[in-house]
């Protein structure tokens, strides 16, 4: 649209299975002409960058290479999938301190580049995270995304479409809150074809507790996967492509996002998984889902969990 350049560069943070994933979602979607992979292992991404430089002749020219931070300085987007990975009977939460060390270290020469583009975060915890990317980078908020609940969202629209029988992108539902152990599905204002979801259950014999035995697969089943293989990252790597090409392609898109709230749920100073408008500019608006009493009520419960732990997690790190 108006505001996408003709050339785009991305910055890739962490080239781990979610960052080599995401990479390769990247160049099968032919988004951004110059991509360049950092992590703390240069060998993998010299090895990686090799490896996907060949994916060009059956998709699109694209300038895939091993770099620094430094390069970062005319990119469009970086991306940040650096941390320590979420190990089995861990909780994304239990990441918290060790991954905003890490973060720290990440951020600050990326911005003392020159950077002035977007960051898109995806290390977990990666609600605290996004927030501590705004604190640490000085950026204005809509300049700061994290990947929030998109995954947990896919995992419920996908649960939803195997249990009507009908196309996942076509289901209408979102999870909200925290991209964690707190999230929550917006049933009642969920729909399929534009239909009341709850209504559409009732019809089809599908109880409350039927939905809420597939909101509680949808939470842990990031759990379930790194038990079966060690880690999850074709669905996070995707969803980070689809959020990458939102803001290049300049697209106003939908997506559920983590967003900086600044009254909405009334809940501020805190970046948490809604819906929100994506574009060039970033986070173009945040849209409110009207929440019944009970949604509410877990909203706010999902965001003091993220607040108390956001601030024990800067505190110990003296900031």
Known sequence: MTNAKKFQKVMLVGDGAVGSSYAFAMMHQ???EEFVIVDVVKERTEGDALDLEDVQAFTSPKNVYSGEYSDAKDADLV???????QKPGETRLDLVNKNLKILSTIVKPIVDSGFDGIFLIAANPVDILTYATWKFSGFPKNKVIGSGTSLDTARLRAALGKKFNVDPRNVEAYIMGEH????????????IGSKPLMTIAKENGVTKD??????????HKAY???NRKGATFYGVATALMRISKAILRDENAVLPVGAPLDGEYGLNDIFIGTP?????NGIESVIEIPLSDEEKAKMAASAETLKKVTKDGLDALGL
């Open 210 to 219: 039927e939905l809420l035995k597939i909101e509680d697969e949808t939470r």
């Open 79 to 85: 991306v940040i999938t650096a941390g320590a990975p």
């Open 276 to 280: 929100a408008v994506i574009n060039a």
């Open 224 to 226: 379930e996967i790194i």
């Open 30 to 32: 032919g988004l951004a």
């Open 180 to 191: 964690g152990d707190s999230e929550f599905a917006a049933y009642d204002e969920a729909t």
